[in-house]
């Protein structure tokens, strides 16, 4: 059967309002305006773009844009296994997530410095935040629209400030409801050489996980899998929405889980049927 997702109906069904009263003469100009001025305020406020019912329903474009301060430039090269791109762990782990659909989805995902931005040193310890939304709120170029998802991944030196207290295990963070997502350099310096580049895609990859919507975090739960006890995270332990995968102290193991295989997919099939199953 034909299914229209309920931000589809609310679309047509505003849209032909709109085209009504445009070509309904004796309507004065102003009311028409006044329900364009509607259905957008309606889109604004009511369907965010940057919503997991807008990534899986009307977006077909994925664009990931990241920034970093001197210094702290993210991990760039090749893997000595199979010769790929370091950052191709992240549009692989999302090829996957958009994976079986009905309809295709693009992603640009910067592998090289040139394709990434330096912005200045922000000369912080401590992030709170609100001083990472500020941050995105000053360099991130694009933002989202019903067709293309536009991510902000910005790396800095310091670390999240926890109550006051400097987190030296948390890796990186999203902050929910936006698509934006820090990783603190400082802490994936902690990392031997041989790991940091996977240290640094897995928390990337968890973090996009979670600002599209998992786990229950807005994309519904397939299959009971949800590790309550600890958030918004999978139960699976091999999964990129494990819990421990957000923190320094306890990813090692899984890190390098990942380091001698070339395939590097690492949403398990509970998540992958959660997207594959979402149908807003």
């Not at 009504?20 to 009311?31: I, L, Q, S, Y």
């Not at 000595?80 to 950052?87: A, E, I, Q």
């Not at 968890?206 to 998992?214: D, K, S, T, V």
């Not at 009971?224 to 990813?251: L, R």
């Amino acid at each position: 059967m034909f299914r229209i997702s309920n931000l589809t109906q609310t679309i047509v069904i505003l849209s032909l309002l709109i085209s009504f009263f445009a070509n309904c003469r004796k309507e004065p100009e102003r009311k028409n305006e006044g329900l364009g001025i509607l259905l957008l305020y309606y889109l604004r406020n009511h369907q965010n773009p940057d919503s997991p019912s807008v990534y899986f329903s009307t977006v077909r474009q994925l664009n990931l844009e990241v920034a970093y301060e001197p210094g702290a430039e993210p991990e760039i090269g090749n893997f000595t296994l199979g010769g790929s791109s370091y950052w191709s762990v992240t549009e692989d782990n999302l090829k996957a997530i958009f994976a079986d659909r009905g309809y295709s989805v693009g992603f640009s995902i910067p592998s090289s410095l040139s394709n990434m931005k330096s912005i200045p040193s922000q000369n912080r310890s401590l992030w709170s935040i609100s001083d990472i939304l500020a941050l995105s709120a000053k360099y991130q170029s694009q933002k989202s629209d019903y067709a293309t998802a536009r991510f902000f991944l910005v790396l800095v030196h310091g670390y999240y400030n926890d109550n006051g207290t400097a987190s030296q295990s948390t890796i990186g963070l999203n902050i929910s409801g936006t698509p934006v997502t820090v990783v603190f350099k400082d802490v994936v310096d902690t990392f031997s050489t041989t790991t940091r580049p996977i240290a640094e895609q897995v928390t990337v990859i968890h973090e996009i996980g979670h600002a599209l919507g998992f786990v229950n975090g807005g994309v519904p739960l397939s299959t009971m899998h949800q590790d309550t006890a600890n958030g918004k995270h999978c139960s699976n332990t091999k999964c990129a929405m494990y819990y421990q995968v957000e923190s320094q102290n306890s990813i090692v193991n899984f890190v390098q889980s990942y380091i001698n295989k070339t395939d590097k997919i690492m949403f398990q099939s509970e998540c992958l049927d959660d997207a594959k199953n979402y149908k807003p």
